[in-house]
């Protein structure tokens, strides 16, 4: 049984759009006020390792191509590649808030920053574009302020809580109760996938110190190995950031697991493409 074809649950959605395969997230589809996608690696026209939505123009994959899955993706959303606002991400917890000055960075024009894990943005029109092959994505809405962000938090990005910097982000920029944030971590490895060394390991048990908290967060191996769940990691800075349990989404879909379906860095030895999420406010 093929899992985009049938996999439909109260964490994600899977889409199929013509060739196209896409994710979304029930609790961000009751929102009228935004359109999301994560993507997967169906429906795209790239080739070989990359085959076939890579949306990475670093890697080795002709531009042409990207230029393509760029176009669809944008179809599907409903908007053009030149409304669409791109990250470059080294691991940090740096933020940006973008509009419409900055549309088609990225993408059909050249960035003018650097080391930009998340984006911000309250113009309609204008999507957030973040990267993934098996870190986590992670989804903003504020309803009440009309804005939104979207974060990469890769397992150094969760350690220094880039989910509170966001949070703390949109209360200075728009005022933000985190109270009133909609926030959803998206498909990332599991737990039983990621497998990480002691230094990895003893930094999340100080940086998450709380009753319980490392039991939880690591499972011992032995021999200086850990297993890390990043999901509950992020949960854990989210709900400690002030957003409400019930308005937080975990997707429970693992990269690793599905490789057939998205990339995964890890299970493919780093020869991949690039997952996208991507996040915008409607102008209708």
């Not at 959803?184 to 709380?210: K, T």
């Amino acid at each position: 049984m093929d899992w985009y074809r049938h996999k439909s649950s109260a964490q994600v959605r899977i889409n199929q759009e013509g060739e196209l395969v896409y994710l979304t997230f029930p609790i961000l589809e009751r929102k009228k006020l935004v359109r999301h996608l994560f993507s997967t690696r169906l429906g795209g026209v790239s080739e070989g390792i990359f085959a076939t939505m890579n949306l990475s123009y670093t890697r080795g994959d002709r531009k042409e191509a990207v230029d393509e899955n760029y176009r669809r993706i944008a179809a599907v959303l409903g908007c053009s590649v030149e409304d669409i606002v791109c990250s470059d991400q080294t691991h940090t917890t740096n933020l940006r808030v973008v509009g419409r000055q900055d549309c088609g960075k990225g993408i059909t024009r050249q960035k003018d920053y650097q080391d930009v894990d998340g984006l911000l943005t309250d113009e309609p029109g204008v999507y957030l574009a973040t990267f993934y092959a098996d870190c986590v994505p992670l989804y903003f809405v504020d309803e009440k302020k009309k804005a939104i962000a979207l974060a990469h938090s890769g397992w150094r990005g969760t350690v220094a809580r880039m989910g509170r910097y966001v949070v703390e982000k949109m209360r200075e920029v728009y005022g933000t109760d985190p109270a009133d944030l909609t926030a959803v971590i998206g498909p990332s490895i599991c737990q039983d996938c990621y497998e990480v060394s002691e230094d990895v390991a003893a930094a999340f048990a100080e940086a998450f110190s709380g009753p319980g908290q490392e039991r939880e967060l690591l499972f011992d191996k032995g021999c200086g190995k850990y297993q890390l769940d990043l999901w509950r990691a992020n949960e854990i800075v989210l709900t400690e950031a002030g957003i409400p349990r019930e308005n937080i989404q975990v997707t429970d879909l693992c990269t690793c697991h599905n490789d057939r379906y998205l990339y995964s860095h890890r299970a493919s030895q780093g020869k991949r493409g690039n997952l996208g999420a991507f996040l915008g406010l409607a102008t209708n």
